[in-house]
């Protein structure tokens, strides 16, 4: 069986045909088999890209888990009703148990890369909070005229007038 009659027949199947980017991973996935870790900053930034979607359109880390359930089950889907190959039923269950160990592990990386995104986002929320408060601790308080204090107009008068006499 080679990589692209896997392709053919997850491209077949209708649920995929709007999602080509995930097949693109799975593809770079079973080329990647030898040397797993050179595939790591792939699917790490893939987690970033999707840990910016959290904020901006509700992106949430379950979604992993039923893209991996869904992805297996059409891919058991596909293995039954092959016009190519016949396959028994131990086959197509020892089949799903490699695409779930190679979904589930591409699933884990990414959601790896996500909540490092969600953590650098919320480590400099902080830092913008923190920046902000200490930006507010150096503004000098607005006076407020009183008998105590006649206003900075009048402090400013007087300096002048001093300024003068001198």
Same mark, same amino acid.
């Given at each position: 069986?080679?990589?692209?009659?896997?392709?053919?027949?997850?491209?077949?199947?209708?649920?995929? /045909?709007?999602? @080509?980017?995930?097949? /693109?991973?799975?593809?770079?996935?079973? =080329?990647?088999?030898?040397?797993?870790? @050179?595939?790591?900053?792939?699917? %790490?930034? $893939?987690?970033? *890209?999707?840990?910016?979607?959290?904020?901006?359109?509700?992106?949430? $880390?379950?979604?992993?888990?039923?893209?991996?359930?869904?992805?297996?089950?059409?891919? *058991?889907?596909?293995?039954?009703?092959?016009?190519?190959?016949?396959? =028994?039923?131990?086959?197509?269950?020892?089949?799903?148990?490699?695409? +779930?160990?190679? #979904?589930? &592990?591409?699933?884990?990386? !990414?959601? *790896? &890369?996500?909540?490092? =995104?969600?953590? %650098?986002?919320?480590?400099?929320?902080?830092? @913008?909070? @923190?920046?902000?408060?200490? +930006?507010?601790?150096? #503004?000098?308080?607005?006076?407020?005229?009183?008998?105590? =204090?006649?206003?900075?107009?009048? #402090? !400013?008068?007087? !300096?002048? !007038?001093?300024?003068?006499?001198?």
């Amino acid at each position: 069986m080679t990589l692209y009659y896997w392709k053919d027949l997850l491209e077949k199947a209708r649920q995929f /045909q709007p999602s @080509a980017p995930p097949l /693109q991973v799975l593809e770079s996935g079973i =080329n990647s088999l030898d040397d797993l870790k @050179a595939f790591h900053p792939i699917l %790490d930034n $893939l987690g970033r *890209r999707h840990g910016k979607l959290e904020s901006s359109s509700g992106f949430r $880390l379950y979604y992993w888990s039923v893209f991996l359930e869904c992805s297996i089950h059409h891919v *058991r889907l596909a293995l039954l009703s092959s016009k190519v190959d016949r396959w =028994n039923n131990t086959d197509v269950d020892n089949v799903v148990i490699l695409w +779930r160990y190679l #979904i589930s &592990g591409i699933c884990e990386r !990414i959601k *790896r &890369g996500y909540l490092t =995104n969600i953590a %650098d986002r919320s480590m400099l929320d902080v830092q @913008a909070e @923190a920046a902000s408060k200490v +930006r507010l601790s150096v #503004i000098p308080p607005i006076l407020q005229p009183s008998a105590k =204090n006649p206003g900075p107009q009048y #402090i !400013i008068k007087v !300096i002048l !007038i001093r300024r003068d006499l001198l």
